[in-house]
């Protein structure tokens, strides 16, 4: 069982240059998110999708976009990389809605490593 | 709008100690509470999820408590062994967006 699975897990960026993270779980979750977690700062929001076909602003989403393709699937795009942006991001899904199966709990992927040179 | 305070910063203990994490919340219409471990270099791994209706939760040497009156959360872990050894953060939820992470406590257990 994959669970929530990341790529890439490392990748050095020269200022400027663009990437996408790619995210994709097999739990069936409705819920995705993209984090950021830099030293001092903890876990903070950058974009989430509460369901397929919707995507929201997090706490910090300048300079990234999403993609929600699929219910599985949830990609987020640097356009022009800053070092700015040098941090750990991870996805997580969760299952959230009304009755006793739908109970928020986060599952979170491995990481991705992003530097900006 | 909600803030969680996890404290202490960092905790080292001797093995075999029970010791208590503790995570305080402002915001008392929190809506769910859940507890991680990270190891170095690692994702976050959820230990044990509290929802809006409980007040505890139990796993293995892991218990988790929610009050919501005095804003407060435990994490209580039994008998530490060393392989305890990590960041445990704490996340409170007012909704499916808003969820709020402490910074964690880097917990050390001394064989």
């Known amino acids: 069982n994959a669970g929530v699975t990341q790529t890439p897990k490392f990748q050095v960026l020269k200022t400027g240059q663009s990437m996408t993270l790619q995210c994709a779980q097999d739990?069936?979750?409705?819920?995705m998110y993209w984090y950021r977690q830099d030293p001092g700062m903890g876990l903070r929001l950058i974009y989430y999708?509460?369901?397929?076909?919707?995507?929201d602003k997090g706490e910090v989403p300048n300079g990234y976009n999403v993609s929600r393709l699929n219910k599985r699937e949830f990609s987020l795009r640097l356009e022009s990389a800053a070092p700015s942006q040098t941090s750990v991001y991870f996805c997580?899904?969760?299952?959230f809605g009304e009755g006793d199966l739908y109970t928020g709990e986060l599952f979170f992927g491995e990481g991705s490593r992003l530097t900006v040179l | 709008k909600q803030e969680v305070t996890q404290i202490p910063a960092a905790l080292s203990v001797p093995e075999g100690e029970n010791l208590v994490l503790n995570c305080s919340f402002t915001d008392s219409a929190i809506y769910n509470l859940q507890w991680f471990r990270q190891d170095p270099g690692k994702g976050l791994t959820s230990l044990l999820l509290i929802q809006s209706s409980q007040r505890e939760q139990t796993s293995g040497r892991l218990n988790a408590s929610l009050d919501k009156s005095s804003g407060r959360s435990t994490l209580y872990i039994a008998a530490s062994q060393p392989g305890d050894s990590a960041t445990y953060l704490c996340?409170?939820?007012?909704?499916?967006?808003?969820?709020?992470f402490g910074s964690g406590t880097r917990l050390s257990i001394r064989p």
């Open positions: 999708s509460a369901s397929e076909g919707t995507t």
């Open positions: 739990m069936n979750h409705n819920s």
């Open positions: 996340a409170g939820y007012s909704s499916a967006s808003k969820i709020i």
């Open positions: 997580a899904s969760s299952v």
